[in-house]
């Protein structure tokens, strides 16, 4: 009797978990309508295409007691009827040691062309909760980032979070493969957000470099893909970052970029039906910022310190993805087209840019020559048109005077070329020895 059923025993064994499905009833733009099943918000669902394809979505709202699934892949071959089945929880990505040095997709799905990750690989629910505040001491250690510019005036704290904000093209990416390269840290998780699919293996290869890429996670949604994709990047990028913080690491985490984060969830708004309110943003772009934002920091079991580029719309840092941004960190360094221009690089505004914890981290010496080196080049932004068109006779200023001796060596002290690593002690030594005897 028992042989008998075995055959039956497996069937029953190989059917789907779920029995309930749906089936849809409507795509509008970029959102599938479907009847049933029975789904919460954030639920992962198949849809089972006429074609026989199954194409993962994810339910996004609710209208007129019907969901409103966001496909994961394109829209194509989704017709009226076609079966909608609930997987009952959100996506599960991989995480741990077996995916360092890989490039995944944000369901964690290898893209590198180096094999599928090992069955024992851990998995972890893609978004997580961000941890209590009163878990998170305060930030007491020196991050050293190997660049001059940022170790001397705006020195980062292990855990702290800090944008840079730019135009295009000023050279974000490669200041964040500097940082990547030169940085103290045990891990590094790097996720590109609506980047240019050209630019990835040049990130990777050029700016990244192999040495860094071992002990790098790589999550990747490039500029093509749905809306939905780009946006669960940044959640795939703070599990993963959260996972080797719990194990006791440093983990360092960078974002290129915040701003492509919020076109992606503008996009996922509207589509829903959210009301446009700050320059055509939903209030559900200000609402996932602080979500994404304050998974990093120190806590009791490690720290993750992190960096996020913010583009900014016509070299205009006031709009309101920039505003929001800085609003939250806890710091911003603001690379300016003028510096790009005179092949000043990094092209770091001294002036204009800010880490709110430097005097908690730095000595009194350091502060001292960070404000003289300040005060130098504030003298020299405010006489620079009396300078270049001959107006001013030296003399008749001794502060001036001893700014424009003084400056050509800073800002020679300034640039970095991309190849060189500089440490903290030779870096505050080498601005000792330039500012010299100023008061």
């Given amino acids: 009797m028992n042989e008998l059923l075995k055959p039956l025993q497996r069937s029953i064994q190989e059917m789907d978990s779920y029995a309930i499905s749906g ?66 929880t959100p996506p599960q990505i991989p995480v741990g040691d077996h995916v360092l040095g890989r490039m995944l997709d944000p369901l964690g799905r290898p893209i590198d062309d180096l094999g599928a990750l090992p069955q024992e690989t851990l998995r972890s629910p893609m978004i997580q909760k961000v941890p209590s505040p009163t878990k998170r001491p305060r930030i007491q250690k020196t991050f050293k980032t190997g660049i001059r510019a940022i170790d001397a005036f705006a020195t980062c704290g292990v855990g702290q979070r800090l944008g840079l904000f730019a135009g295009s093209g000023v050279g974000k990416s490669s200041l964040l493969g500097m940082i990547a390269r030169y940085a103290e840290s045990d891990i590094n998780v790097i996720a590109l957000i609506g980047e240019r699919g050209r630019e990835v293996l040049e990130f990777v290869e050029k700016d990244l470099g192999p040495e860094a890429l071992k002990k790098t996670v790589l999550i990747i949604a490039t500029s093509d893909q749905p809306a939905l994709v780009r946006i669960k990047a940044a959640h795939t990028a703070n599990t993963i970052a959260a996972h080797f913080r719990a194990q006791g690491k440093h983990v360092l985490l960078m974002m290129d970029s915040l701003t492509r984060l919020a076109m992606a ?25 602080p979500v994404i934002l304050e998974q990093a920091g120190c806590y009791d079991q490690g720290a993750i310190t992190a960096f996020y580029t913010v583009l900014t719309e016509g070299d ?13 960190l806890d710091g911003h360094l603001l690379l300016t087209r003028r510096l790009a221009a005179e092949n000043h690089y990094p092209a770091i505004d001294i002036l204009e840019s800010l880490s709110r914890l430097q005097p908690d981290l730095v000595t009194e010496a350091h502060q001292n020559l960070a404000g003289k080196a300040r005060h130098v080049l504030a003298i020299q932004r405010q006489y620079r048109e009396l300078i270049e068109i001959g107006a ?48």
Avoid at 316 to 328: G, M, T, Y
Wanted: hydrophobic fraction near 35%.
């Fill in 23 to 88: 089936r849809v009833s409507k795509v509008v733009g970029l959102t599938v309508e479907s009847q049933g099943p029975p789904a919460s918000l954030g639920t992962a669902c198949w849809i089972q295409t006429h074609q026989g394809h199954r194409i993962l979505s994810e339910v996004v709202g609710f209208r007129d007691n019907k969901l409103l699934l966001m496909p994961w892949e394109d829209l194509k071959g989704i017709a009226p009827g076609d079966a909608v089945q609930s997987l009952g």
């Fill in 316 to 328: 205009d840092w006031n709009d309101p993805v920039s505003d929001c941004a800085r609003s939250i």
């Fill in 392 to 439: 001013y006779t030296p003399g008749n200023n001794t502060q001036l005077d001893q700014a424009l001796h003084i400056y050509p060596q800073l800002i020679e002290f300034l640039r970095q070329k991309i190849s060189i690593k500089v440490e903290f002690e030779e870096t505050l030594k080498t601005l000792e020895s330039i500012l010299g005897g100023l008061k």
């Fill in 265 to 289: 969830q503008r996009e996922v708004g509207l589509a829903i039906g959210e009301p446009p309110a700050t320059r055509g943003y939903p209030p559900s772009v200000f609402g996932l910022f």
